[in-house]
């Protein structure tokens, strides 16, 4: 059964939301080469929320923008949960944290990220 985790990334004050995208792109190629192609997720998708206008608030459909924290919604797919582990440990040696850490400090404000595993239902609906 497929383990599936989200995480809901905000940027640091300061940081644009365009300078926060361009940056999380960035930092999974580092991911990548700390772990390796073979400990990488089944599937990690990013979904940006959208900013517009000056004001660098999220475009809602409903709600308040000022109650949005979030700049990425990131879906992570692994065969299993052991897979998860291979993957977190693999980002939690000394040299990696350090590498992670650096890199995070210019763009993540790790403080007000979720991480939260989900049981997902898929179904197309046409």
């Known amino acids: ?53 000056p004001d660098d608030k999220p475009v809602l459909l409903a709600g308040r923008a000022e109650d949005v924290r979030y700049d990425a919604v990131v879906n992570m797919d692994f065969e299993d949960e052991a897979a998860f582990q291979r ?10 944290k350090a590498r992670i850490d650096a890199d995070e400090a210019g763009f993540w404000d790790r403080t007000e990220m979720k991480v939260v595993v989900i049981d997902g239902i898929e179904e197309t609906m046409k």
């Open 87 to 96: 993957f977190i440990g693999a980002l939690s040696t000394e040299d990696a």
């Open 1 to 53: 059964m497929v383990y599936r985790i989200i995480v809901l990334a905000p940027r640091k004050a300061g940081v644009t939301h365009e300078d926060f995208k361009a940056r999380y792109e960035q930092h999974m190629h580092l991911v990548e080469d700390i772990c390796g192609r073979d400990l990488m997720p089944l599937r990690h998708t990013r979904s940006y929320i959208r900013h517009d206008g």
